[in-house]
């Protein structure tokens, strides 16, 4: 038994996948670096993520599976559960032992309905997180919203924000994950905000005085047009689950 280990990048992890099957490893365990844990009964291997290897598994998957298929292994990814690389190893696997068959289409297969069930709950998250995000206007010019979604989906709403969004600077931060998503009029980049709880602790500081006025009378309106007796909270949290409140103004 072998422990490969990765960068926790969906490259790192296509580059593990052509290893496992260039070297015909046998009952190889794939985890994370912060993962990587000494080993009683097998070797440890730390797998260098290599963009030539990812590709050649991309171009592969994308002649077994389409486009549709890769899509649905990102979604998979940016799940992050514990068992991720091993379901979407096995159904990488299962896709070139079966070649001419979609295998993401068979739910006889028990790796196969596990990473139906994460493209289905991913998807949900991807699609609240683009509906409920609300920028603030901060005293740079530049609009930043915070996130905390279950998945790691920031990578996955990049796409709907840049297209939405071209003529303004913006950054979208997870709370959770420590990493953002900034856009520069040009193009995306990952960055990393420094002591972000000191940041955050003082809004009015950082916020531009146009976004503080407009905050105050978009409260106000949701407010004044607020009819109490037609208030239905069952229906409301069908529609905007209590959890995203914390991006909502008026929820403040």
């Known amino acids: 038994m072998i422990q490969l280990s990765y960068d926790n990048t969906f490259e790192g992890l296509l580059t593990v996948i052509f290893e496992i099957y260039e070297y015909k490893y046998v009952d190889a365990i794939i985890v994370k670096t912060e993962y990587n844990q000494k080993s009683l009964f097998g070797e440890r291997t730390i797998v260098i993520t ?42 990488i696997f299962y896709a070139i032992s079966c070649k001419g068959k979609n295998v993401l289409h068979d739910y006889s297969n028990n790796d196969v309905l596990q990473l139906s069930k994460w493209v289905k709950s991913v998807g949900r998250e991807k699609h609240r997180m683009e509906a409920f ?32 969004y071209q003529d303004q600077k913006w950054l979208i931060y997870d709370e959770r994950r420590k990493y953002g998503i900034f856009y520069d009029l040009h193009e995306v980049e990952i960055v990393t905000l420094p002591d972000q709880n000191k940041l955050f602790q003082n809004r009015d500081a950082i916020l531009h005085d146009t976004e503080i006025n407009y905050q105050n009378l978009w409260i106000e309106y949701f407010d004044h047009t607020n009819i109490k007796e037609r208030k239905n909270t069952k229906l ?5 689950p209590k959890r995203y409140w914390r991006y909502l103004t008026e929820k403040r």
């Open 50 to 91: 290599n963009v030539d290897k990812a590709n050649r598994v991309l171009i592969k998957l994308e002649s077994l599976l389409g486009k549709e298929g890769i899509r649905q292994l990102l979604y998979a990814f940016a799940s992050e559960d514990e068992s991720v690389e091993k379901i979407i190893a096995n159904v």
């Open 133 to 164: 995000v609300r920028f603030e206007l901060l005293k740079d010019e530049i609009y930043f919203a915070k996130i905390c979604p279950d998945f790691d989906v920031l990578p996955l709403i990049i796409n709907h924000f840049k297209e939405r």
């Open 236 to 240: 409301h949290l069908q529609h905007v």
